[in-house]
């Protein structure tokens, strides 16, 4: 079963920087991956997508603030979060952009004002 492992979220004021990673158990080239956030009582959402080509989509609210990038060689999607916001206290995923694979544990984003 493929597997997906998020690291590098953690507790930040606002207006700090985190750098994200997802490491997937199998070959990620062939496929569009992405970012999704939960934050608490919401419903997971799309925080941004790589495709197999290296195009990017950045949800509306956090463009200029996030960049998604992919290591296709370690199989491994990254995503750069910078001013961060209270708002974006959440767990972050990722996955396939389209299929989904089961979701990994998450990393836990929170941002202090």
């Known amino acids: 079963q493929v597997q997906l492992l998020e690291s590098g979220g953690g507790s930040v004021q606002a207006g700090g920087a985190l750098r994200l990673s997802c490491t997937v158990s199998e070959s990620i080239f062939r496929y569009h991956m992405a970012w999704y956030r939960q934050a608490p009582g919401k419903q997971r959402e799309l925080v941004a997508a790589?495709?197999?080509?290296?195009?990017?989509n950045v949800a509306d609210s956090l463009n200029g603030r996030i960049t998604i990038s992919r290591d296709n060689r370690r199989n491994r999607v990254y995503l750069q979060m910078n001013s961060l916001e209270p708002e974006d206290t959440a767990v972050y995923y990722c996955?396939?952009?389209?299929?989904?694979?089961?979701w990994g544990p998450g990393t836990q984003v929170t941002v202090s004002s």
């Open positions: 996955n396939r952009y389209d299929t989904f694979l089961p």
């Open positions: 790589i495709t197999n080509g290296s195009r990017k």
